[in-house]
């Protein structure tokens, strides 16, 4: 079966440091992967999506960007964070040209 | 572009007692939709998917959704509600209108409680 994983599960990080989240599958080749960021009380927003190594689309201007080195791996990054930077960091997965998203744990990132 | 509306932020309720979610979407194009469920510090969960055939679509634990298109609405109801279904519920909307449309459109969530 298929799993997700997420790491670090929470982060506490000052403003204008560094950033690395990293997600990762099990048990499938090729998956689409998404990185999402859900914010209290405002649903979830796609902030990029990746169909295969080296491929990323971004979906909102920002800080952030995403990288794919490896066909099951998904990282997201800043260079500075911002204090607007906090929130829960969702990874998901889909099969290509299947519908359904898979979810992660999750990270929480506290930017003080 | 499509959108996905959850009329209620917080939904309290008794245990035992029926709940409906309410979910309505906007789309120009036909969609596929999905129910989610977030415990608490922890990932979504999918609970029901409709993306053809029967509107009425049920998950594994009492839940059940229907696909209702002349109201745009997809709305989650359970029966009996235990104290274990508290959690947040999210609708969520994808477009099919093939391509490279990837993106889930969520709302903006609804907090079930179940109070004892």
């Known amino acids: 079966s298929q799993t997700i994983h997420q790491w670090p599960a929470t982060l506490v990080q000052p403003v204008g440091s560094p950033l690395s989240l990293e997600c990762t599958v099990e048990?499938?080749?090729?998956?689409?992967l998404y990185w999402y960021r859900q914010a209290a009380g405002r649903g979830l927003q796609l902030l990029f999506y990746s169909v295969g190594i080296g491929q990323i689309s971004s979906e909102v201007p920002q800080n952030l960007s995403a990288s794919r080195p490896q066909d099951r791996q998904f990282i997201l990054s800043s260079k500075k964070l911002l204090l607007s930077d906090s929130g829960f960091y969702l990874c998901a997965w889909s099969v290509q040209g299947a519908e359904t998203q898979y979810f992660g744990p999750g990270t929480r990132l506290l930017v003080l | 572009a499509q959108s996905v509306t959850q009329l209620d932020s917080q939904v309290p309720v008794f245990e035992e007692a029926p709940v409906e979610l309410r979910c309505n979407y906007s789309s120009s194009v036909s969609v596929y939709l999905f129910w989610y469920v977030q415990y608490p510090n922890q990932g979504l969960q999918l609970l029901l998917k409709y993306l053809s055939g029967s509107t009425l679509v049920e998950s594994i634990n009492g839940f059940e959704a229907e696909f209702n298109r002349s109201q745009t609405s997809f709305h989650l109801r359970k029966p009996s509600v235990h104290i274990s279904d508290t959690a947040e519920y999210f609708c969520a909307v994808k477009t099919n209108s093939g391509g490279s449309n990837y993106k889930l459109t969520f709302g903006k969530g609804t907090l079930l409680t179940v109070n004892p």
């Open positions: 048990g499938t080749s090729n998956p689409n």
